[in-house]
């Protein structure tokens, strides 16, 4: 965050919703220890109340415990509130493929709460979190903002809802919004935990314990990994622009390549095996691919670098080498 931001942040006050959640969590970190005022908005349904633990004492942070899908909590999160980072959301393609109807309630019904409460609070600038996922069955790479193909989960069909709906607020109210496409976000405070634990932590979790990690498929598809501080580094950009030009758009939130699992479940060895010599010669297993993933993902980040001046500072690597240090501190 540079000096400019931080001028531009200093008298306003950011609502972050799903803060005790992953990406939550690491933008509220980044705030609250800047002094810049932040209120969370959190049900704690998957969030976890120990990632805002350090925060909670802070006297420009505060904790409303609420869920989007009540109306009347957005309200009153969005009192007196400058900015929203909109990180809450019900994440990953199979738990959506299993509870359609939920992650339906909670990414778009709850979506358009936020938006009706932050459009009647005056909010200034809406910044929520889109999702590769809207890109579907379309083959072409690298992903471009303006071409989308057909979903392929309820998942991705609610996080291209939101985007249609913060568009109509736009032209019908003038709400000014920007939409984050993440694309396999990972990093510190990311669960290994649960049925729908991202790839990164889950495969560190089984490394550190000694056991062998599935890999779905052969392990050839490929994903545009992007580590946590390059997405603060995009929210952060689209909450302060100046840039009318950047305003209500999407854009791609990642480094821009591509590593294939196989690819990364060996570089995951390399890094863990500087702890422990023996995880180097721990062996991977495969399995039949999951339905709903796509085949490859990878991200084009010039319209982030033309209109927002984006620049993310972590490769791949860079990443896998800070997560993994987070992990093993924290995971034993």
Same mark, same amino acid.
Not at 286 to 300: K, T
């Given at each position: 965050m540079t000096q400019q931001q931080l001028n531009k942040?200093?008298?306003?006050?950011?609502?972050?919703?799903?803060?005790?959640?992953?990406?939550?969590?690491?933008?509220?970190?980044?705030?609250?220890?800047?002094?810049?005022?932040?209120?969370?908005l959190d049900n704690f349904s998957t969030g976890k109340r120990e990632n805002i633990e350090p925060f909670l004492n802070f006297p420009n942070f505060k904790l409303i415990e609420g869920d989007i899908r009540n109306l009347d909590d957005c309200k009153k999160a969005c009192e007196n509130v400058t900015y929203v980072l909109h990180e809450a959301a019900l994440g990953s393609v199979p738990r959506s493929i299993n509870d359609p109807i939920t992650t339906n309630d909670v990414n778009v019904s709850g979506f358009l709460n936020m938006l009706v409460a932050a459009r009647d609070a005056g909010v200034k600038r809406f910044v929520y979190a889109a999702s590769s996922s809207t890109y579907g069955d379309?083959?072409?790479?690298?992903?471009?903002?303006?071409?989308?193909?057909? /979903?392929? @989960?309820?998942?991705? !069909?609610?996080?291209?809802?939101?985007? =249609?709906?913060?568009?109509?607020f736009h032209t019908t109210y003038n709400f000014d919004s920007i939409g984050l496409r993440y694309f396999n976000v990972f990093g510190k405070r990311q669960d290994p935990n649960g049925a729908y634990a991202a790839v990164i932590p889950k495969f560190v979790q089984q490394f550190i314990k000694h056991e062998s990690p599935v890999i779905n498929g052969d392990g050839s598809y490929s994903r545009d990994f992007t580590y946590i501080d390059n997405v603060v580094q995009m929210n952060l950009l689209a909450l302060?622009?100046?840039?009318?030009?950047?305003?209500?758009?999407?854009?791609?939130t990642a480094y821009g390549d591509r590593t294939t699992l196989k690819e990364l479940?060996?570089?995951l060895k390399t890094y863990l095996s500087e702890f422990d010599a023996t995880i180097k010669d721990i062996e991977i297993k495969?399995?039949?691919?999951?339905?709903?993933?796509? /085949?490859? @993902?990878?991200?084009? !980040?010039?319209k982030a670098k033309r209109l =927002?001046?984006?620049?993310?500072?972590?490769?791949?690597?860079?990443?896998?080498?800070?997560?993994?240090?987070?992990?093993?501190?924290?995971?034993?």
């Open positions: 942040l200093s008298d306003k006050s950011v609502l972050i919703t799903g803060g005790a959640g992953f990406i939550g969590s690491n933008l509220i970190e980044t705030l609250v220890t800047q002094n810049i005022n932040v209120v969370c379309h083959e072409a790479l690298p992903k471009v903002e303006e071409t989308i193909g057909n /979903p392929l @989960s309820p998942y991705a !069909i609610t996080k291209y809802v939101n985007e =249609l709906y913060a568009d109509i302060t622009t100046d840039n009318p030009d950047a305003l209500n758009q999407v854009y791609n479940a060996t570089l495969h399995r039949e691919n999951r339905i709903g993933d796509i /085949p490859h @993902s990878l991200a084009s !980040i010039e =927002l001046h984006y620049n993310p500072q972590f490769n791949i690597s860079a990443g896998l080498k800070e997560a993994v240090a987070w992990y093993w501190e924290h995971l034993e």
